[in-house]
């Protein structure tokens, strides 16, 4: 048995975002293959647009619309594309002046290799064959013979079914080690023994044990083992089942003071009707055939715990 | 208003992984060891501010676990940034200033084993725009070298000697991740290559600051706070110019860094091009010594690398190298975000 696990932790979220009338028609023009900017009290076009001007902070709502042609104004080659990036193969990060614009926008560019890019190189937009309205419409730029216009045209931004939000999914994968405490106190769950560790200092014994004693700020290091029986300090009913659990409601989940435990965990109550559950029951872990943990906890026959027996663990 | 100092300062080796060690055990000894060059207990900080970030550890509210190391019960005055820890160090000198604290425990960690830190760090970008592209932490430090490079300001050739110089003085600093001679290595994203990207690693700091008459009480020779000051540009990448660096200029003028000429400098300029937008942008000039700690190309432990640059100028005052030190920390993407703070010994080391 490795003495620090590790596992695969994936964290995935599909992020919903509300756009403002800004971004909306913004994101609404790449659908349509129309890109659009904001115009600044000075005079400037921002592409892509934001609500504010970065500069004086004063509310932006004049629309214009520029070329999908532009400059390149840096770039940077990637030689090894990353999951989720616009291009599988090798390509260039490009900031792009569009013609009519007076910022760049970030976005990539396909080219056979990095001696095809230079500042300076005219490009244009290729769009994506599937537009939803995203950043993601712009497929990519591509190398394009063309002298720059320079020219912008006033825009109402209104657009047939406008785009008022995104959902952007975010997944970050994950190694995760649960460190030196956390490991052995797993790792002890796997033999159906629970292990805490006692604060050199106060003499306390947490569990499941985290390395440190939050009262004192010490490594803990001392393993003791606690259980298997124990006290319901405190419980609640649970009448709403979560989803994909596969227990029925209602049921008692309950903080659990392990025999020589100074600080409660946390188990589900069973083998006794849940409106008989109380303060003070005495119960034991049971354990399922492979399980990694507790299944849950059940009545031991003994007679109820005295309250000052636990009342410091409540 | 009170005068705040740096009395004490520690950090972990950094290293490639640490698997081993939870959050909170990789922070213990370094809290411990700032609290005993102090003969501080726990219980006597008047206030607590760290600085980590959720997206590192993959976990929610993952800074509250290390709080079980500062010995958060009974109940302490404690907060948190959601960023490096030099700005939970700006959090507490703002709270000793105005007298509501006399000592301030300021910590920060970060772990990056766990994940794909190029990947991690694309979720700090705008949602909207650029966010849905992926343009890692490499991708976007790239852009801003090759605009270097466009503006006749540095060449790759001077781009490797300062990998060089920066990981030859970190042959002193036994905490470092990468030290001497480091191979120029293939592109990671050209103009980058892997010697002008900072290792990838998990380690923590730590500093004790004090006001007034308490920090000459706990340190002989405390590393005055003189001015500290933070700013910050425009998200979007495309209406900066990527060649400057006017938040860093701004902060620095308003930390007093122009007021007179420091002698040391410790940048947190984690790729090599950001270290030539700094010394243009800080006006550093050969007479300044730039990071003898080795800087972020020598150790870049996400969410403590800025604090540990605040750490490292002060540890020169305390040991009488420095009178005058400026200290920077970055956060964002190509320099967005900058903080600088000018520390300075009482007395002129002789």
Not at chain 1, 108 to 136: C, F, K, N
Not at chain 2, 111 to 124: I, M
Not at chain 2, 179 to 199: E, F, H, I, K, Q
Request: a negative charge; proline letters at 7%.
């Amino acid at each position: 048995m490795p003495d620090v696990l590790s596992a695969p932790l994936v964290v995935e979220f599909p992020f919903t975002r509300s756009l403002g009338p800004v971004q909306s028609a913004f994101l609404t023009g790449l659908r349509e293959r129309t890109v659009l900017g904001v115009r600044t009290g000075d005079g400037k076009v921002l592409v892509p647009p934001v609500e504010y001007d970065p500069v004086t902070a004063e509310e932006l709502h004049e629309l214009t619309e520029v070329a999908t042609t532009g400059t390149v104004t840096t770039w940077a080659w990637n030689p090894a594309p990353r999951r989720d990036q616009p291009l599988a193969t090798p390509f260039a990060w490009v900031l792009v002046e569009l013609d009519g614009a007076d910022t760049a926008l970030l976005h990539v560019l396909d080219a056979p290799g990095p001696e095809a890019v230079h500042t300076g190189m005219r490009v244009r937009i290729r769009w994506a064959p599937q537009r939803t309205g995203a950043i993601t419409d712009i497929a990519c730029f591509e190398p394009y013979e063309g002298e720059a216009t320079g020219e912008s045209t006033p825009h109402s931004g209104e657009f047939a079914d406008p785009v008022t939000g995104i959902v952007t999914p975010a997944r970050l994968d994950y190694t995760y080690s649960p460190g030196r405490a956390q490991s052995a106190y797993l790792n002890a769950l796997s033999e159906q023994r629970t292990v805490g560790e006692r604060c050199p200092s106060c003499r306390k014994v947490y569990v499941p044990p985290r390395g440190a004693c939050p009262t004192c700020g010490v490594a803990t290091a001392e393993q003791v083992e606690v259980g298997p029986r124990g006290t319901v300090t405190t419980y609640c009913i649970v009448n709403i089942k979560a989803k994909n659990l596969d227990i029925e409601v209602p049921y008692v989940y309950a903080h659990i003071a392990l025999d020589g435990a100074d600080l409660a965990l946390h188990g589900r109550i069973g083998g006794i009707p849940y409106d008989q559950v109380r303060m003070g029951l005495r119960v034991e872990p049971v354990w399922t055939e492979g399980g990694r943990h507790p299944d849950h906890y059940r009545p031991t026959g003994e007679p109820d715990a005295d309250y000052d027996a636990y009342k410091e663990l409540l | 208003m009170r005068d705040v100092a740096i009395v004490a300062f520690a950090q972990t080796d950094h290293l490639r992984r640490t698997d081993e060690l939870s959050e909170v055990e990789m922070l213990m000894p370094v809290l411990h060891q700032v609290l005993d060059a102090t003969g501080l207990r726990a219980r006597d900080i008047g206030f607590t501010c760290s600085g980590s970030s959720d997206y590192l550890a993959g976990r929610a509210f993952s800074f509250t676990m290390a709080l079980d190391g500062v010995g958060a019960h009974p109940p302490i005055s404690e907060s948190h940034v959601e960023m490096d820890g030099a700005w939970a160090l700006y959090e507490a000198w703002v709270k000793l200033r105005t007298g509501e604290a006399d000592t301030a425990l300021v910590y920060a960690y970060g772990k990056s084993s766990p994940g794909e830190l190029r990947d991690v760090l694309t979720r700090q970008l705008d949602p909207y725009y650029v966010g849905p592209l992926w343009p890692d932490s490499v991708a976007l430090a790239a852009l801003q070298a090759q605009a270097l490079i466009d503006a006749g300001e540095a060449d790759e050739a001077a781009l490797a000697s300062i990998a060089a110089r920066n990981r030859t003085a970190a042959v002193d600093n036994p905490h470092a991740q990468l030290a001497g001679s480091v191979p120029a290595g293939d592109y990671v994203v050209r103009p980058l290559r892997t010697g002008d990207c900072p290792p990838v690693g998990d380690g923590a700091a730590a500093v004790v600051l004090a006001a007034g008459d308490t920090a000459r009480s706990l340190c002989t020779r405390p590393a005055w706070i003189r001015g500290i000051d933070h700013r910050i540009e425009a998200h979007s990448l495309g209406v900066r110019e990527l060649t400057e660096s006017p938040s860093a200029r701004l902060a620095a003028e308003r930390a007093g860094a122009f007021e007179r000429p420091v002698d040391t400098a410790e940048l947190h300029a984690p790729f090599t091009s950001q270290e030539v937008v700094l010394r243009k942008a800080l006006g550093l000039d050969d007479s300044v010594r730039v990071n003898p700690s080795g800087g972020a190309l020598a150790a870049n432990p996400v969410m403590a690398a800025g604090l540990i640059r605040l750490g490292e100028a002060a540890a020169r005052i305390h040991r009488g190298e420095s009178d005058r030190a400026l200290a920077h920390a970055t956060s964002g993407p190509c320099l967005q975000q900058n903080l600088v703070a000018v520390l300075e010994g009482e007395t002129t080391h002789v």
